[in-house]
């Protein structure tokens, strides 16, 4: 693709007198350009490592959909919030003059591996780095493909551009503004790269279903037969990690659709976090961030600039950004066949849940609106204590329509393609947070073998007395402690007391949900005695 198409198109956006731009430059070069820009350091191994300042997260709070005639039917403004057109017509309007004159950086790449449903995406970066970043996270396009290269969504990233709340209609300086009708994101006043990749994931999922295509916020891999699973997961429930199992393939690590051919990447690339990350716990993870390429977001470096991922102190959300090919077993098509196992995990610190349950289709539709996990103190800003967290279809920041229609989706497929369902508990065990201890790492990746080989269908089971899901009794390779959660407690009256504390969390929560469901996912909420 010339600049001058590219030009052209900055134009059209209001762009008026666009300045030096970098199209679709390699790792290298933009490696050159962000060392010569002052935007990070080189590690010891040859990382590129970034410090994003005060935003070392998403902005959830800054992030708007345009209410026009394209979304006022179809976005779920009970979790979205809107802006005026007119609003986002200013906001344009300023970005662009802002962004004339400036050195710009473009990447055009492709949003989802299957060929049928690929979205050509443009990114335009004032940051040299974020260039980077973008290229790693979704596809890269073949020299033929780029050439005759139409943007179907544009993301325009401008951290140095601050909003105007009162002319502007957002909150504050930062915003993330998507117009779906314009196919157009704008973001300003933050440099956490993520919000880039998570804009196009958006659309994505706003995009996709009315195709019958389920986008997914999950993680998924394959054996040598093709036999595939899905992981759902919100962050620290182990979704990246159970995923990258040396024995299977890995498809992706957070972003998916599932259409009539089987299940696909939406990108090219990991988002991985680094906290604690360590060579033993997650070997092919932590190779990444040894190889020139592996982008580090706010990981604190020693004085011979070696990553300390044990340092949380400037976020214990440090993250790396690397191709998918740096994982030695991924995918080379970024495609696999129709899922045989479907894993929604959950970190549950409350200490109730079983460390797996095998679900039904409609046990698995009510769990995924539920879309829990519990948060503890020094994991997240704000956070103190226990925190029940229930984010629907387990991404709700990200899922533009109403929850019912990717539920219903999701039903669908897993009844069409005889999918089995598990819930998987990475969370506490023996008692809760800060009695209990953490769910043993080496029973759940042993459980989950067995799960995926089809071999823990076999198993006796036993219906649990407060959710009704089905438990394994005894799984070879696992003390059989951990499968009863009551047992493993100190105090089983104090496990009953907290485990129908947590059956109202679930119960208050699916209230919302009561009136978009069939009766039989209401008779598979978890009992309220």
Request: glycine fraction near 10%; charge should be negative; hydrophobic fraction near 40%.
């Amino acid at each position: 693709m010339s600049n001058e198409k590219i030009t052209a198109h900055l134009r059209s956006l209001g762009m008026q007198e666009p300045g030096q731009i970098h199209a679709n430059f390699g790792n290298p070069a933009l490696y050159e350009a962000a060392i010569a820009r002052n935007e990070g350091k080189l590690t010891d191994k040859g990382a590129f490592s970034v410090v994003t300042g005060k935003h070392t997260g998403r902005s959830a709070q800054d992030r708007f959909i345009v209410r026009n005639a394209v979304t006022d039917d179809t976005v779920w403004w009970d979790n979205m919030k809107d802006m005026e057109q007119s609003a986002f017509d200013r906001l344009q309007a300023d970005m662009m003059a802002y962004a004339n004159g400036r050195e710009l950086f473009v990447q055009d790449l492709q949003g989802g591996a299957d060929a049928s449903t690929t979205l050509n995406v443009r990114v335009v970066c004032e940051k040299a780095w974020h260039a980077l970043f973008i290229r790693h996270l979704l596809i890269r396009p073949d020299a033929s493909t780029l050439e005759g290269f139409q943007p179907g969504f544009t993301v325009i990233d401008l951290p140095g551009f601050n909003a105007d709340p009162e002319k502007h209609g957002c909150r504050s300086e930062t915003v993330i503004a998507c117009d779906f009708d314009k196919k157009l994101v704008l973001i300003g006043g933050t440099s956490y790269a993520g919000e880039m990749k998570k804009s196009v994931f958006s659309y994505l999922n706003f995009l996709l279903p009315a195709s019958g295509i389920m986008p997914m916020h999950c993680s998924a891999n394959h054996d040598e037969a093709g036999n595939s699973a899905v992981f759902f997961g919100l962050s620290g429930t182990g979704k990246t990690t159970l995923s990258a199992d040396a024995s299977r393939t890995l498809l992706g690590d957070d972003e998916h659709g599932w259409n009539e051919d089987g299940i696909f990447n939406f990108e090219g690339g990991c988002y991985a976090k680094t906290i604690r990350l360590s060579a033993e716990s997650e070997p092919e993870i932590y190779a990444t961030t040894q190889q020139f390429g592996t982008v580090l977001e706010n990981v604190v470096l020693d004085e011979k600039r070696v990553p300390d991922f044990d340092d949380g102190s400037l976020t214990e959300n440090g993250r790396c950004a690397y191709p998918i090919d740096y994982i030695p077993n991924a995918s080379d098509t970024g495609t696999a066949p129709h899922p045989k196992n479907i894993i929604m995990l959950t970190a549950d610190a409350f200490g109730v849940l079983p460390p797996i349950a095998k679900l039904t289709p409609a046990q698995a539709m009510y769990h995924f609106l539920s879309g829990y996990t519990a948060k503890v103190a020094g994991t997240e800003k704000g956070v103190s204590g226990t925190q029940a967290t229930f984010s629907t279809c387990f991404g709700a920041p990200f899922m533009p329509r109403h929850p019912s229609e990717y539920g219903n989706l999701l039903r669908d497929l897993i009844a069409r393609h005889n999918v089995d369902c598990w819930l998987v508990n990475t969370g506490w065990t023996g008692g809760p947070y800060g009695e209990g201890s953490r769910m043993p790492i080496k029973a759940t990746r042993t459980l989950l073998s067995a799960a995926l080989d089809g071999s823990l269908n076999g198993a006796d089971f036993r219906k649990d007395a407060n959710f009704g899901f089905m438990v394994p009794q005894t799984v070879p390779g696992v003390d059989s402690a951990i499968l009863e959660p009551r047992t493993t407690w100190d105090n089983p009256q104090a496990y009953d007391d907290q485990a129908r504390k947590l059956v109202g969390m679930f119960t208050d929560n699916f209230a919302r949900f009561e009136a978009h469901v069939d009766s039989d996912v209401l008779d598979a909420a978890p009992l309220a005695g």
